[in-house]
């Protein structure tokens, strides 16, 4: 494949002015369809959380975040982290659909010597805030980057996006507290709440519930929603961002199926690592156009 025929392969269907990725439901669909595209050629894996975040990455990419793809370093913009960073195709996906790089770059994704590594990098990728992977650190890094704009007077937001499993991790939990004490109130955090993580079912491994209510309890502001539906996660973030002043961060808890878009992927714990590859391939493809905005 050359690399003028990737965004040819993943547009096709769109008529010549390509894709209105302004379009939440349009930009969840090239998510999935780069994230599959992606996860084929480079033979990486973590295709099923890439699908169960498209919703909540499309709906911050278009509603959501102050940004300007012009001026990644914009000090004016928004600051998101993806602390599940092994969904990073996904990021990456939305950035250059959203104009942050071209779309045929991520043929490279996983490639070596790529900038696009399998956990999502800033190391020269424009609109990526901070390298992340190793689970538990990005909402600590969050409420850093958040108290540094509260202490310095300044409006942007802090956004966090945090996998159902990382918040096993006790790193999660001191950051909670920690946001809640410095009344962190332009942090928001999102949890693609799917129910599985790794090797097995999140409650087999470690439960979390009451989830929402333990969030509560560390001093947060938080909602429960439908990951998938996009009208309802446009209203949790804005519920969320009307909680400025209100010396709360705020979680929303977005339930997600791992997975989500090809039925024999969907709360398949293999997907965590598998690769779709030879008929699995294309059946995910065909499931994918058959569902092309």
């Known amino acids: 494949m050359s690399m003028d025929s990737y965004e040819a392969l ?21 998510i999935r369809r780069n994230g599959l595209e992606m996860s ?36 004016e913009r928004d600051r998101l982290i993806l602390s599940k960073g092994h969904a990073g195709s996904a990021v990456y996906a939305a950035l250059a659909e959203s104009g942050f790089f071209p779309v045929e770059k ?25 390298s992340t992977g190793s689970l538990g650190h990005g909402l600590g890094i ?6 540094g704009a509260k202490m310095d007077g300044l409006d942007w937001r802090t956004y966090v996006v945090l996998g159902d499993g990382e918040c096993d991790e006790g790193s999660v939990w001191e950051a909670a507290l920690q946001s809640a004490q410095f009344r962190l109130d332009r942090l928001i955090a999102v949890v693609d709440y799917n129910h599985m993580q790794s090797l097995g079912a999140v409650n087999e491994t470690l439960k979390l519930e009451p989830f929402e209510q333990k969030w ?7 909602v429960s929603v439908d990951g ?14 009307a909680q400025a002043g209100s010396g ?19 709360n398949d714990i293999l997907w965590h690592y598998r690769t779709p590859q030879g008929e699995e391939y294309e059946a995910a493809l065909k499931e994918l156009e058959e569902q092309r905005p």
Not at 54 to 70: C, F, Q, W
């Open 106 to 130: 991520l043929k490279t994704h996983y490639a070596n010597g790529s900038v696009l590594s399998g956990h999502v990098s800033h190391k020269g990728v424009p609109g990526v805030e901070v």
């Open 10 to 30: 993943v547009h096709r269907g769109f008529g010549p002015e390509g894709p209105d990725t302004h379009d939440p439901g349009v930009l969840a669909w090239l």
């Open 40 to 75: 084929h050629l480079s033979r990486g894996s973590h295709i099923g959380s890439v699908f169960s975040v498209a919703e909540i990455i499309a709906v911050l990419y278009t509603s959501v975040l102050r940004k300007d793809p012009s001026r990644p370093d914009w000090p």
């Open 248 to 266: 709360r961060p705020s979680v929303i808890l977005a339930n997600t199926v791992k997975g989500k878009g090809v039925s024999f992927m969907e």
């Open 228 to 241: 998938h539906c996009i009208p309802a996660l446009q209203e949790a973030f804005e519920w969320a961002k």
């Open 216 to 222: 509560k309890d560390f001093g947060w502001n938080a």
């Open 142 to 147: 969050g409420a850093g980057m958040a108290l």
